[in-house]
T-cell receptor, first 111, second 117 residues
């Protein structure tokens, strides 16, 4: 069946450190891939997306590349800020199927 | 810009009580859904609707009812609350229904935190 595996948290980094949050998935066909972010006390909001192989989604300094050969969509940021502290969810959407959320990775950035 | 509005934000119930979580969106979205968020389990789909008068079950529908009498509103009813329903509930919507029940960007409400004693 369709599933997604995210890097476990919590992840604690110092400001300006490099961030990688791993995400791998299993899905039929060619899914669209999403990263959502949940700031404290808020609902989820779309961070970035990619709809086909080798596409790179980017927003707010975050990037993720759709790697079909490794079925991965790792989230990266070169220099994190305290304001990036949040929970990040990887979410593949299989063709014609339901959006699947990963379990979420909590990121805490210290000054 | 109201977006997706959920009420109440917090609620405490006793086992066996019933209640309704309200969800309204002002974006004319056809698709609406309810998720629950529990520690270490991500978001799990409870029920969804692809348009007024149409609802369907998600991954964890037991103990919950929904209806969709208008495009704007999608209430979630707990008929007899149980401690296992203690969770944070999110309503989400998106435009259109093409490609299946769950494609494209979802717009989320701020959540409703429910505690069942």
């Amino acid at each position: 069946g369709n599933s997604v595996t995210q890097m476990e948290g919590p992840v604690t980094l110092s400001e300006e450190a490099f961030l990688t949050i791993n995400c791998t998935y299993t899905a039929t066909g060619y899914p669209s891939l999403f990263w959502y972010v949940q700031y404290p006390g808020e609902g989820l909001q779309l961070l970035l997306k990619a709809t086909k192989a080798d596409d790179k989604g980017s927003n707010k300094g975050f990037e993720a590349t759709y790697r079909k050969e490794t079925t991965s969509f790792h989230l990266e940021k070169g220099s994190v800020q305290v304001s990036d502290s949040a929970v990040y969810f990887c979410a593949p959407v299989p063709e014609g199927g339901k959006l699947i959320f990963g379990q979420g990775t909590e990121l805490s950035v210290k000054p | 810009n109201a977006g997706v509005t959920q009420t109440p934000k917090f609620q405490v119930l006793k086992t066996g009580q019933s209640m309704t979580l309200q969800c309204a969106q002002d974006m004319n979205h056809e698709y609406m859904s309810w998720y629950r968020q529990d520690p270490g389990m991500g978001l799990r789909l409870i029920h969804y609707s692809v348009g007024a008068g149409i609802t369907d079950q998600g991954e964890v529908p037991n103990g919950y009812n929904v209806s969709r009498s208008t495009t704007e509103d999608f209430p979630l009813r707990l008929l007899s609350a149980a401690p296992s329903q203690t969770s944070v509930y999110f309503c989400a919507s998106r435009p259109g229904t093409s490609g299946g029940p769950n494609t494209g960007e979802l717009f989320f409400g701020e959540g409703s935190r429910l505690t069942v004693l």
